[in-house]
Structure formats: structure tokens, C-alpha cells
């Protein structure tokens, strides 16, 4: 502490480069065709002008791209970049002492003041030649002519203060700057790019075992592959199935949730697993891999992507409980811990033992599974209670899987605390869901879309606007009509660029709830097979038709930067307008 | 990548620690007497409990304190620490999954629900054997029993489900956590403890030479000593005398800042050195070193602190310049540079050249200046624009002058852009002058305030108000008359903790500035003495003691936490409140 640290003369000083998540622990996010646009504070002491650059480069490329940055005023500085191209990029701030720029400006106040230039021209001379030193080849060679016509009192006066503006030439200095007083912001940022469907996706949810062509006909995945033009023609793009495994009937639940399942009862889908396999396998009531490949492919045609569920859990019937006992907790009496949440008891299903010595083999083939489904040709995956599992999981399977499929997007079905939705998002969650589920009044709903609209959660949090789920029909939904569903359709699909619906459900307006102030739906697809009457004359089908055409047509409701709330005279009316991203890039959009 | 990372069982997270500057770059700032509460925000998937605990140390301990954290809602938990040792402070933030307070919690809900709890009562006592194991000597023992009596079968439920919540044991076992599972915050967090006065001054700024006894007659550091009661009586408890060094003769500035001085005009004080010395000696015509220490000693009795200023250039003929020519910037014609900021000229200045290949030479040198002073009983300095001097040298020279004598109070006179004002705070300034004196309307009041109050400011940038200074007599004191005087010093006083004025100027309510709208005084005593009639009847001086009287008596006026606006029915109206830091300290003040 007693002797001056080393770079005493770096007197350049870089603050509060933005975007930055968390001092730079989590990448913030993008997509491809947004731009990244970094801001920086960059002041030096003293009256000299300061330059910075921004540096930025995909993680698998060497060199940096550097871009000057341009002052916005108040030190702030900007620059704007492209990004062109998937995964994982990095990113920082170079600034600098511009001892020459000063030196131009200086020179053409001190013309102004008619002080005396002489002195002044040789000092340029001499800031040129320490240019020219630094530079290479051709570039030292006219930087040394330049320093020689400022140094030149044979010349006169007026052509040196003219070769001292001289634009091209001050911009070919700037290439070489005096690096020991040069500063780089640490620790370099990273920003994760993604595609376009990250950004932008319009979801409908549906059981595929609910698809069958008569009433308590099992559904199957050829029947799914029917439905797919009824999907298209409402304008969906994402086609989310509830798992497709094979469903223990060890403690199956009957319909309505009841304890205990008669004969004919299908189960929770979420029950995973039974003797014809595990995550890795589909039901066979549904249909086969080939099946599902078929389906994949016969989407992708109509502009549709499927959309599976990675829920990390067992039922008592799975093959890994034979197979990896060592994965599940053994009580004190040796049977094994079924899922609860004091004191409520889930018997039905077998939670993963993330603390297990053997955690590690669990890891790698829990990341397995999702490589599975990627191999069929599966991009897109919402992620069941995924605040139930180690975070470190998810950071750890997300970053590997990207890496192998960057198009690869994970939904985070989190409804829990705020804190932990937002930790999934940092930890590489593509899109999430949100509390717009529960958020109806005016007010409400603004303060809500704020929060999500402000540094730094904007950067890294993507809502997904659902207005129903099956595990949600909420109150609004249940007594508010017909102008309910309208009013919650038409709220998701433009207050975010990502909603999603789960139909039949929601476009046939099912509002009843089972009993007792419950938000579960009475006769819910989770616990038997249903059959719609998709051809009802009420059905929303071609106004949601007509809401994501529009939002296909406009940018601006592909993105949720340029989200604006407006005064109205009633509470009763909430007024929003968005604009497309390049219009609100100005405002750190 | 693809192996899962070794910490993968460490299932809590930590986010958001506060108080923190920049990442924990720079320290926070405290006083005795305060108190350091953190706040964090820790969770962990699932439902298990989790507990945390600050640590914290001094600089100089080995080993942590550590302090229990509680739960504020919403993942929020805090710990309130007193400050009562001098110097640099560490902290940070330890956190766990509370295996055991989980499953006792666990355990009220299942008696509650009448669910089946042997097996229960044998995996608490496998977790009390854990933390047995863990424990050491007695405390080992103590769990040991308790874990024997848990299992203990053949005492009936009762009493073990008694034991089960046995709160004195919880706390044994939560002293022997899993330290495998433990996260600790990265990086520890600087905590900076000052004395009180760092956090509670009231300053009085007078130039010596113009304390004489009569008009014309040079006033010396005697005459000073004489004018202490004076001072005192007002209340003050820091005086500050601007530069007494040798001033320079080349380049004198006339009264008025005329450019060229007439033979008996003593010169700006800031222009410092000539044969007599420099910045480590006394103006021959004030007094001695030792007029100086009896100055210092009288002061104290009457429980004042002489504040010195800290202005690091030289006239032309100050020692250094012959010296070390090495640390001034020499011209492409051989001339010394002065100190410009074209086209203004100021030759009667040479600044210091920090880009010198010298420069570590100069910065020990500069040091040196401030530890002369705390040889001679100073304590308190004023820094002359710190911010036209390297970042670096002041984070260095205040970090090594605090390790030195932790008294050590810093007040940046910086008048520049806010960033940089801001910067100079986070590198050890323990006050900053401010805004304040042009922030005249309630809007500006409110909104600047409000900035100084929001964090992370409030953290490092401790205010110091000033109605005026020898620089800057504001239009509002020009023409505003006595009300304004009155208006800016109780705003002053009132508004911040520490504030200070330039008299006697102020308390005679001078008025007259330069021609030409000008916010310099009219005959400054910048470049001539003055003679000041004390006993003027309308002086404001009694005012003032009374103002100072009221600020030592209510604790409330003597932090700059708790300030509060509230509305008014006109503009023209301002309110606020403040209340003492033990009552604002449940808003994180």
C-alpha cells in the first residue's frame, strides 16, 4: 500500500457498462436481428478528451471486433451492434486519453482566442511522431509525414493548422493508440444470442391423448398430426405436449385428482414412467418414436415447431427406481420418499434425491434425456417446476446443451417466488412464465409489465404470457364470460411478444372449476381423456386467428421493448402502445 | 463443460448484498457510532428453510464475527452491526439449506395434519447425528444424546416429539452447519469507519491574512488564534484556512484577478511557493510552524479542528520547479507549461505533470505534504480540485494517509460533472462539496436531495452544503438580501449533516460580485486582504449559533439519514423532516 501501484497513469476511468447481469455472473440476452447496444460511463480527470471502443466477439472466435463508441452526453457513451449470429458472445469497453483529439480541439480555441500556435503545432508534431512510433508499416510512414508538416516552420502558418484538422489523418492515429494507458473494463461480459422464436413465439398447449376422433376415444400422436392444421389456421407456431411418457399406476390418481384411479383411469401424465420405459420412451397408448418424428416433421411443414416437457420426476413405477435406487431417498424405515410439501403427500410420484452421493451420474443422464429429444429432432422444451430442482442443474444442462444445439429453447415452469423466477431466467432460461395469470386490474397489470420492462430484469427475464393453464383457470376466467377470455387473449398477445393458451380449453371458453374457491378445472385433462367440440359456432378460434396474423404482421408486438402505458380518465381501461424494436432502441430497449 | 461442477450440491443462492459500491470495488462508508446493516437476498429451490449470517471483521482481526441473519419477507434477510473501531471493515454474507429447521418445521405440520411420525422422528435423529458428528467436544456430546433420544422408540412419541422441538438444541446443531453445502458471497465487501465529524461537521472557511486588527494591517496565524472564540461562539467545530504557504511572485494576479500585480499586493494564496518554500512551509508573513500547533492547540480546547488546504500546483517560483523540473511538463520551446484550459491562461500556475516518467517520485512527494501536516496536529484537509489530479493518486494517497492516522477527514472540492464528482467520494473523499449552492428552487432541492439519497450514493458520497464559497457568490445570495442568507444557511444546516460557510462574507451578508454576471466576489479577498467589521448589528452570527446549537442538540440533524420531503400547497413552500438514524435505520438508512 505504500508504493504506488503500477498503473498510476492509467487515468482513463470506465463505470457501469450496461447490459450487465448480476457484475457480469449471467449472460444477458438476445436474438438474432436485435441488436446489442452497450452503454458505458467514460470520464478521465482533467480537461482532456477521452475515446472508447467497444469489443465484443462470439465466444469461439479469437480476435475481438471493435467499435467506437459515441457520447450521448452526462460521460455516457454507446455503440450499437448487429448480432448475426447464435450462442454465446462476449463483450466489453476499451477507453483511452485522446491526447491528440484534445490537442485538435485546443488548437482551434487557441486560433480562436489568436494565441500563439507555434509551440503548439510542434507539440502536435511530437503527439503524431509518438503515433507513428506506435503504428506499422505504411500507416507509421504517413503518420511520420504528417508529424513532419506540423513540425515544418518553412511552411508558414496556415497549411499546418490545416494538416492539424485533417480528419482521415486524426482517424488513422486513432487506430494507435498509447496502449499502456489504455483501460479495458473487467471482467468481460457475456450475452447469450438465441433465435428469433426466443424472442417471439405464439404457444398453444394441448394433450395429445384428448385428440381422439369420438368421446373417450384414446387420442394418440396421429391424431395430434390431424389436429395440426387446426393449430395453424389460429397462427400458432409452438405446439406444447404434456409428457408423452409411459404413467406409473403405482398410487394413480382417478379423475378430479381423486386418490385412488379406477381401471379405465389414464393417470397424471406428470406421473412418469412405467415398465414400457421412462423419459426416454412414449407411451405406447400414444404411439412410437416414428410417430413422434412424423409429427416433428409434419409441424415443421405448417410452420409449427412441437414443443415436449422435461419434468424431472418418477413415478414409483419407473424403470430408474429398479435401476439407480441410489438416485431416490431411502427413509429410516427403507421405503422410499414420496413427493410432499408438508403436509401435503404426493404418493403418486418419486422425486430425483439431488443431495445423493451418486448426483453426478444422475446430472449427466438427466441432460441425456433432453439430448434424447433433440436426436428426434425437438427443439423447444417447457421445463416443469424447475424451481423444485438445484439451480446449478439447470445452469450447468442449459449452457451444455446449447452449446451442442444453440437453437435449442427451455420455458421455465416456474410460479413461485419472484427471486427464484428470476434466478432461472439468469441461469439460462429461454422464455418464462409470469404472474399474468393472477394480474387483471389496470393497475396491476402496469406495475407489473414495469417491473418487467426495467434494468436489469429486462435483459435477461422473457415472459410468456399465459392467460390459462391446466393448472390454472383463474377467477377471471371463471365467472368473467365470454369478454373475459377476450380481454385475457387479446391483453397476452400484445402485452408480450411470447403468449401461449391451452386449448381446446381456452377457445372454448371451459370456465368451470372444480369445487371449493379452486383454480383447477373440473374434469381436468390432467386426470382423464376429454373430447371438444372444436367446430362450436362460440369458439374463439378465428379471433385468435386474426391476433396472431396481426401480430405476425407487426414488429412491433414481436419484441417487448417499446411497451408504453398511457393515461386514461377510467381505471376500468388500460391503454398500451408498443413500437418496433429499431424505434426504441434510443431508449436502451 | 461437461462434467457437472463440483459445487453442484451447493443448492442456496445468495443475490444483491448490500451496502455495496460497485461490485465491492469500493468501500461503503460508516461512522462510529453507526451502525452496518446488511441485507441480502438468499433462497434455495424447493421448500427447505435456509438460514444465513453475516460475517464481518476488521482490516486488522484474523477472524470473522458472525452474526445470525433474519428473514424481512419476500427472500429479503438482514443483520444490524454497531461500528465501534476506527478504519477498514470486511463483510459478507454466509448462507445454508437448514436441514433440521426444515424438518422440525416439517414435523408441526404433519402432527397438525395426524400423519404417521416415527419414521420422521429417526430422520431427525439422523440429521442430529450428522451435526454430532460435525460438533466438537461437549457440544458433540450434547447432540449425540439428542439424537438418541429421538430415535429412542421405547419412550413413546410424546417425549420425543417434545425433544424434537427443544429450541436451545437447534441452536447447538445450527453452530455446526454442513459447511460442504455453505456459499459464501464473492468478493468480501470494504467497509470504511470514520469518526463522527466525518459524518457531522460544521465548517467555517476565513483567510488568516485578513484578520488583522485593523484595515490594511496583514493578519498572521496570531490574529487567527485571537478570532477562535469568535468562531466558537457561532458553534463551528472545523475552521478552515485556505492555502498559507509562500505565495508566488511571478505572474502575481492583482486585486480582482487583474493580470499583473501592483507591489503590495499579497497574490492568490492558491498560487503557492516561492524562496521561502512550498507547500511544507508558512507564509513568513502569517507566522511560523509552531504559530500554526498553537493555533491547532487552542482550537481543540475550545473543540475546533484546523482544516488545511490541500492544492498540489506551484507558482513559477516554487522550490520544485528548480528541483524537480522533472515533474512539470516542458514545451516544445523549452518553456515550463502553466496551467491553461484554452484559451484561458492562468501563468501564474504551473501544474504538476502526472504523465512524467517521474510520476512515482512526485506522488511520494505529494504524500509527504499531507503527512507534514499530521505531524503539526492537522487532521482535517480540504482538497483544492482533486479532480484535474489522477484518480488513482487520490484513491492511493487517502488509502495510505487513513492506515496512517484513521482520522484522517478528506473533503473533495471538486465543482465538476457529476460522475466525477461521484467517482472522487468512492475513492476515499470523506465529504464532497456539492450542488447545493446552486440548487435554489424546491423541484431542484427535491430532486437533487432525493439523488444523494438514493442508493448506491448514499453509500459513499457524504454532502457538504455551502451557501457560499470564495469562488461562488450565487445570484440568489447577489440579490436576494438578507432572507437569502437567512433561506440558504438554515437550508444548509438543516438538509445535510455537514455544512459550511465562508465568512466573515457570510454573516455580513456581502453581496456585491464582479460586473458582468459573475459568481466571483467583488474585491475578493482571493487577491487582496479585507477588513471586516464583526460587530456589525445586523450581522447573522447570533442566527448561526443558534442554528449550530440546534444541530448538537438533536441527533436528527447530525446524519443525513431520515430526510424526508412532504407536500405543500406552494412552490414557493418547502417541507421536510428528518429523524434520527436509529429511527431511520428500518428503512436501510
Not at 180 to 208: D, G, H, I, K, N
Not at 230 to 236: E, P, S
Not at 351 to 379: T, Y
Not at 480 to 500: D, H, K, N, Q
Request: charge should be negative; hydrophobic fraction near 40%; glycine fraction near 6%.
Amino acid at each position: 500500500m505504500n508504493a504506488p501501484p503500477k498503473d498510476g497513469r492509467v487515468r482513463v476511468v470506465i463505470e457501469k457498462v450496461e447490459p450487465c447481469v448480476d457484475g457480469g455472473r449471467f449472460a444477458a440476452k438476445r436474438s438474432l436481428g436485435e441488436t446489442l447496444c452497450v452503454q458505458a460511463d467514460v470520464f478521465a480527470d482533467g480537461h482532456d478528451a477521452v475515446a472508447c471502443a467497444l469489443l465484443h466477439r462470439h465466444e469461439s472466435a479469437d480476435t475481438w471486433q471493435c467499435v467506437p463508441m459515441t457520447p450521448l452526453g452526462n460521460d455516457r457513451w454507446q455503440a450499437v451492434v448487429p448480432l448475426t449470429r447464435l450462442g454465446r458472445c462476449l463483450y466489453t469497453v476499451e477507453a483511452w486519453i485522446d491526447a491528440l483529439e484534445t490537442w485538435r480541439l485546443d488548437l482551434l480555441k487557441r486560433q480562436a482566442a489568436g494565441q500563439d500556435l507555434g509551440v503548439e503545432l510542434l507539440r502536435g508534431a511530437q503527439l503524431v511522431q509518438a503515433a507513428a512510433a506506435r503504428a506499422a508499416g505504411a500507416e507509421a510512414q504517413q503518420l511520420e509525414e504528417w508529424a513532419l508538416t506540423l513540425a515544418d516552420e518553412s511552411l508558414g502558418l496556415e497549411p499546418r493548422l490545416a494538416a492539424a484538422q485533417r480528419a482521415p489523418l486524426h482517424a488513422l492515429a486513432r487506430r494507435w493508440p498509447d496502449r499502456e494507458q489504455l483501460r479495458r473494463w473487467e471482467p468481460t461480459l457475456p450475452l447469450e444470442v438465441e433465435r428469433e422464436r426466443a424472442r417471439f413465439s405464439s404457444w398453444y398447449e394441448m394433450f395429445p391423448r384428448s385428440t381422439g376422433p369420438a368421446a373417450g376415444a384414446q387420442g394418440t400422436l396421429a391424431d395430434c398430426l390431424a389436429r395440426l392444421p387446426y393449430v395453424a389456421r389460429m397462427g400458432f407456431d409452438v405446439l406444447y405436449l404434456p409428457p408423452i411418457h409411459p404413467i406409473g399406476s403405482a398410487a394413480r390418481r382417478g379423475p378430479n385428482n381423486r386418490p385412488a384411479a379406477g381401471p379405465g383411469d389414464p393417470g397424471s401424465p406428470w406421473a412418469i414412467g412405467n415398465a414400457a420405459g421412462g423419459h426416454k420412451a412414449i407411451d405406447p397408448q400414444l404411439g412410437t418414436l416414428e410417430d413422434l418424428r412424423r409429427l416433428v416433421a409434419r409441424a415443421a411443414e405448417l410452420g409449427i415447431e412441437i414443443a415436449l416437457d422435461i419434468a424431472l420426476q418418477c413415478s414409483p413405477d419407473h424403470p430408474y427406481v429398479r435401476a439407480h435406487p441410489e438416485w431416490f431417498l431411502k427413509r429410516a424405515d427403507g421405503s422410499i420418499q414420496h413427493a410432499e410439501n408438508p403436509p401435503k403427500q404426493y404418493p403418486d410420484i418419486y422425486p430425483l434425491h439431488f443431495d445423493s452421493p451418486h448426483w453426478q451420474e444422475l446430472w449427466l443422464e438427466l441432460a441425456s434425456i433432453v439430448e434424447f429429444w433433440l436426436e428426434q429432432g425437438v427443439r423447444i422444451f417447457r421445463v416443469d417446476n424447475p424451481h423444485t430442482k438445484p439451480f446449478a442443474l439447470w445452469e450447468w444442462l442449459i449452457a451444455r446443451v446449447r452449446r451442442r444445439c444453440p437453437e435449442a429453447i427451455f420455458l421455465a415452469e416456474a410460479f413461485t417466488r419472484p427471486k427464484i423466477m428470476y434466478r432461472l431466467a439468469k441461469l439460462g432460461f429461454t422464455q418464462s412464465y409470469t404472474y399474468f395469470t393472477w394480474r387483471n386490474t389496470r393497475a396491476e397489470l402496469e406495475a407489473y409489465f414495469r417491473e418487467l420492462r426495467a434494468a436489469p430484469v429486462r435483459e435477461f427475464f422473457r415472459p410468456n404470457l399465459w392467460p390459462n393453464t391446466p393448472d390454472i383457470l383463474g377467477e377471471y376466467l371463471q365467472f368473467g364470460g365470454r369478454a373475459a377470455f377476450v380481454a385475457r387473449l387479446v391483453l397476452a398477445a400484445t402485452l408480450g411478444a411470447s403468449y401461449g393458451i391451452y386449448g381446446p380449453a381456452f377457445e372454448l371458453m371451459e370456465h368451470v372449476a372444480r369445487e371449493g374457491g379452486s383454480e383447477e378445472y373440473h374434469d381436468s385433462e390432467k386426470y382423464q381423456l376429454r373430447h371438444w367440440e372444436l367446430e362450436r359456432p362460440d369458439s374463439l378460434r378465428e379471433l385468435i386467428a386474426l391476433i396472431n396474423r396481426i401480430r405476425r404482421e407487426n414488429p412491433a408486438l414481436q419484441s417487448d421493448a417499446g411497451l408504453q402505458f398511457h393515461r386514461t380518465d377510467s381505471d376500468a381501461l388500460i391503454a398500451f402502445s408498443k413500437c418496433a424494436p429499431e424505434a426504441a432502441a434510443g431508449s436502451g430497449g
